[in-house]
Every structure is written in C-alpha cells, then in structure tokens.
C-alpha cells in the first residue's frame, strides 16, 4: 500500500515533526512518497508541484481531459467552490487546481492509494482536489487554531465532511473541529499527537556540573509575534527582578515583533539578562534548551507546540498559558506550571514560585519525561496512523 503525503513546504523548519512521522512510517514497512506545494530539496526524493516546467501543468491537464473528463470537470466546479469570496481568492483557487491535477497525474502513477494532508490551510485544498480527481481517499491532521482561522477556518468544514478521516494533534483542536460539522461527523475525529524521537534529542549529562548557586537559566523558543505574548513576559521578568530575583532568560527565534520585543527588553533594563539568538536550526535550538533549567511559553494562543514536547522529554520543567492542547501535556505541579493567558501576574507569581523552588525541578522532569514517553512518542504517533490508514476508524 502507497500512502502519499503532502505539505505546502516539506522542506520547512516547522514541519519536522511530518518528516519524523514519515521517517517512523517508513520504519515499519510503510511505503510513503512524499510531496511538496512549495519548491523542495531533499534526500528523500519529495516532488515538488511548484517551479516546474510550464509542459508538466499542460502533460497533465490533457492526462485528466482524456482519462476522466467527468472528474476533471468535477474537481474544477469543486476548486471554485472551496473557497472564500473575493477576486483573488478566485485566481487562487484555479492555480491549486493546476497544481492538484499534477499532483493526481503524479500519484496515479506511482500507484498511490492513499493522500494524507498535514494542515488545514491552501496545501491541504491542493490535496482535497488532487484525491478527488485521482480518485483516492484523503485525509487531513489538524495542529493549531490557526486551522480555525480566516480564511482556512471558513474551508474547514467542507474539507472535514470530504476527508475519510481527520487526525488531530490534541483533543482541543478536535473540539474546535466538531463545532463546525454536524455530530454525524465526529466520529471521523482521532487523537494522533505530534510525536519525538526521543532517540534523536541531545544528551542532558552537560548540566551535571553546574553550580547550585548560579542563576536559573529560563529558555523561550518561538516566533517572534504578537500572538507568542513576549511583551508580557518580560514585563513580568522585570517585575521579579524588583523584587530581587535572579535569573538569566533565553529568547530562540525571529520575526515581525523582533524590533518591538528587543525594545522592551531595552525599556525594561533587561538587557543584561535577556538574550536573543534570532532563528536558530533545530540542533542548535535543542542546545539551548538543554543548556537551561526551565522552558517558558507565554502564548496568547497555540495548538500543542512541539518545543514543549521535546523540553519535557529533556527533563525541564515548564511554565506556559493554559491554553488550547497545552493543559493536555503540562500538569501543574506535575511536570510544571500553568498560569491563564494574558494573565502577567499570575506569570509573574508561576515563574517566582518555580525559580525558588529548585528542589523539584529534578523531580518534576523526571515526570514530564514519563508523560512523553507515555503518549508522545513517534513510535506511538506513527501507529495510530497506520491503523487509521488502514481501517479508517
């Protein structure tokens, strides 16, 4: 059984966690071809539908016309319906269908019986058509509210009710998800988080040799945005060090609200304790996060961000907003802290109570560790999707 999987840009940072996915379904006999909207170059053969010569989109258009006219007129009427209003959103709509009708040549070819989608967003669309003019089943997984969005969130329910089944990262977004359809579709609706390799994260033995006396080192990766709440938790780090504590804070990543959060690290004269590394690789990303004692999150909004995943599975406590799938992971007290979205000064009271109470850091990552091993890991992920590919339930 071929199972294609397809992504607006495999290639991409974010999406390491579909190529780990791929990589543990390929590990148990599953042959995977992989497939990216966006240009993408890799060692694991991904064809990509964009940047490809004018002759390929025209191959292909004349492949459908002349072995399924129907289904070609079909997916077009299909490709002008799924979407939002507008112009644009019309234009748009008609380069996916483009690139759908290649995709459908390209997995009829190769003998694909499945297309699976990760996102609900236009790469998604692409798939949603591809399947129905080649005639396959699709399927679709779910991460993060941003699904639920404009404009993806106004297309979700029509790709819901046209998916044979739907994965979703965390029993948040299926909810978000079953308020769009009606109950007859719900039960298409499975739980397959993200999952690590714990066999590929870096070894924690480097912290052994810290001092007890040194400041608690706070790591927080993540895009630099406004949804990502930087500015209050630096309002809420200044106010610790009012009041004396110490502490050291990493921030790993870039992006629009850089100039705006390098600003109030400045107004708040943190300077000296804030460091910024900008955009950093993968590896060079789990360094940090071993080289500290606590991750921190504080997001207005989020899916279940893999960066939790891996620095529980590192043995770090962690301090992040109850928010969407996050309370799914952390459980306060447990393996770390949570405090309510927006809420600086319960932050401020979470981040005092963890930087005093070193006795538990140890303890609590011991937990945290557990909890991923429990339902975190890929090997698991990787199953649940093998028996959603071939049962459908």
Known sequence: MSI???VSDYGAASHTFVRREVAALRATGHNILTFSVQPCSDREG???LLGRPLLDYALALLWA??????????????????RVGGARALLWSQFHFLEAVLLARRIRGRGVCHLHSHFANSGATVGMLAAHLAGVPWSLTLHGISETDHPAGALLAGKIERAVFIACASYFMRAQAMRLVEPAQWPKMHIVRCGIDLAALPDRAAKAGRSSDDPPRLVCVGRLSPEKGYSGLLAALARLVEEGVDFSL????DGPSAQVVHADAAALNLGNRVHFTGALTEAETLAEI???????????????????????ALGLPVIASRVAGIPELV?????????APSDWKELQ???RDAIADRSIWDKMGVEGRRRVVEEFRVE??????????????
Do not use: C
Request: no cysteine; charged share 15%.
């Open 4 to 6: 294609a999987y397809l």
């Open 46 to 48: 991904t064809e990509s």
């Open 65 to 82: 016309l002349f072995t399924r006219p129907r289904k070609l007129a079909a997916s077009w009427v299909l490709s002008l319906r799924h």
């Open 250 to 253: 990493t921030i790993v990543g």
């Open 290 to 312: 071993v080289n500290a004692d606590m991750l921190v999150l504080p997001s207005l909004m989020e899916g279940l961000p893999v960066v939790l995943i891996e620095a529980l």
């Open 331 to 339: 459980e306060a007290r447990q393996n770390g802290w949570l405090f």
């Open 349 to 351: 009271t979470r981040l």
């Open 380 to 393: 698991v992920s990787a199953a649940r999707m093998a028996n959603l590919f071939s049962t459908g339930v």
